[in-house]
């Protein structure tokens, strides 16, 4: 075998290798990036297949048993309140989460740190307990090593449909609001951080969309229940 026909064979070699772990280290990030995405879009098809109601039990204060019982020829699956000062649980896709106070939604190392903690209430925008638009925001995602459940716990809240219980602890006190539209709008859609409805008291949840990506920002509006 000549030198040059040796020195192609090895420059192949080289070029498929190359191209291996390119891949590989594509897939990975692809992993590292989408991977929450996919376990918990996985996990709310599963119950779906299965047909399990998740159910909130307020007595386990923050306790809540991950697991399954039959009850009717349904499985069930516990969610619990974090706490009863300030959080969140949404029963249709199994969200449970602290809301953390009164964070700025301009001040990415603030919301930041909040959201490796629970979920994120904008400052400025009302309380429960006060007539208003209560804001709630969580990212997709800011980048892959930040990503844990708290931060990812609003993943799934695309699948709310009109009519879908939410459910937010403040002060020892359970409000129950009821979803009433959703929709995709740009980064720099600010009007949902005021008033939604005159007279009424709202709760709007935002993340990012599409999940795992900053592109959009998905919004969920819902009205407190009478």
């Given at each position: 075998m000549?030198?040059e ?6 420059a192949?070699?080289?070029?498929k ?7 590989i280290?594509s897939?990975l ?9 996919i376990f ?7 119950k779906?297949v ?8 307020e007595a386990s204060n ?6 399954s019982?039959?009850?009717?020829k349904?499985f069930k699956s516990?969610l619990?309140?974090?706490n009863?000062?300030f959080?969140?649980v949404i029963p249709?896709?199994g969200?449970?989460?602290p ?5 700025d ?6 919301f930041?740190?909040?959201l ?6 904008a400052?400025?925008t009302?309380f429960?307990?006060?007539q208003?638009?209560?804001?709630i925001f969580?990212h997709s ?5 930040n ?6 716990v609003f993943?799934l809240?695309?699948k709310?449909?009109k009519?879908?219980e939410?459910y ?6 359970k409000?129950?609001y009821?979803?009433f539209?959703?929709m ?8 949902y951080?005021?008033?939604i409805?005159p ?12 999940p795992g990506?900053t592109l959009?920002?998905l ?7 009478k």
């Open positions: 000549s030198k026909k040796t020195k192609k064979m090895n192949s070699k080289v070029v290798l190359v191209g291996s772990i390119l891949i280290f897939l990030g692809f992993c590292l990036v989408f991977g929450k995405v918990f879009e996985s996990e709310y098809q599963v779906k299965l047909n399990v109601e998740n159910y909130v039990n923050g306790e809540a048993k991950e697991g019982n039959i009850n009717a349904i516990e619990a309140p974090p009863f000062d959080s969140i249709k896709i969200a449970s989460a809301v953390i106070s009164s964070v939604p301009f001040n990415e190392g603030e930041t740190k909040a490796r903690s629970g979920v994120a209430h400052k400025g009302s429960p307990d006060m208003g638009n209560v804001y969580a995602t800011d980048a892959f090593y990503v844990g459940r708290y931060n990812a993943y809240i695309g709310l449909e009519g879908d939410i937010v602890y403040y002060k020892g006190t409000y129950t009821l979803v539209d959703k995709v709008v740009d980064p720099n859609a600010l009007e951080l005021g008033v409805e007279d009424s008291s709202t709760l709007t949840l935002q993340t990012c969309y599409p990506t959009k920002r919004i969920v509006l819902s009205k407190s229940e």
